[in-house]
């Protein structure tokens, strides 16, 4: 499945079957696992906002996120939030992904986890422009521990040029 699937997705609150939220960014981890949904509805002044944490997720698909009851909703901090996806000073969509020697294989437009692997990402969609991404289409780059988020680049090992692939379209179908 890809964050951008998720990017919009219900929350259900199993006890009352009453819709919680909807998600608006994921928060990430430096070491490549999702550790919350944000929810939308963060106040205009406000340094906190609206999350679910990854533990308190029962289920989810395509459709929605399931939680067990509405207490899973917490507030956090905005400067306590490492990485997000979408929103935020430290996020991961857009950035340039550029390899020890300085090669730049992209930007991330897309993250990819599999339901059955938990919340561990598999690897970053990368763009290498408009004109190349219609000609050959996006790569995906499996993640590795050795691959860090700074603040302006997610860095990666030298042989990660020849680690791309093409991008799927679904890593569960």
């Known amino acids: ?87 935020g000073k430290n996020k991961l969509k857009d950035l340039s992904v550029l390899t020890e020697e300085g090669v730049m294989l992209g930007k991330v437009t897309d993250v990819y986890f599999d339901q059955e692997m938990g919340n561990t990402i598999l690897g970053l969609e990368i763009s290498d422009g408009f004109v190349t991404d219609i000609i050959e289409g996006r790569k995906w780059l499996p993640c590795t521990l050795e691959m860090a988020i700074g603040e302006n680049a997610v860095m990666v090992p030298s042989m990660s040029e020849q680690r791309l692939e093409k991008a799927i379209n679904s890593v569960n179908g």
């Open 1 to 87: 499945m890809k964050f951008q699937e998720m990017i919009g997705l219900a929350i259900f609150d199993m006890e009352e079957g009453k819709e919680i939220g909807k998600i608006t960014d994921i928060i990430i981890s430096g070491d490549w696992k999702i550790l919350a949904f944000e929810l939308q509805g963060k106040a205009l002044f406000s340094g906190s906002v609206k999350t679910v944490a990854w533990e308190d997720i029962v289920a989810y698909g395509e459709d929605a996120v399931m939680i067990r009851n509405e207490q899973a909703v917490r507030k956090t901090e905005a400067d306590d939030i490492q990485f997000t996806y979408i929103l």
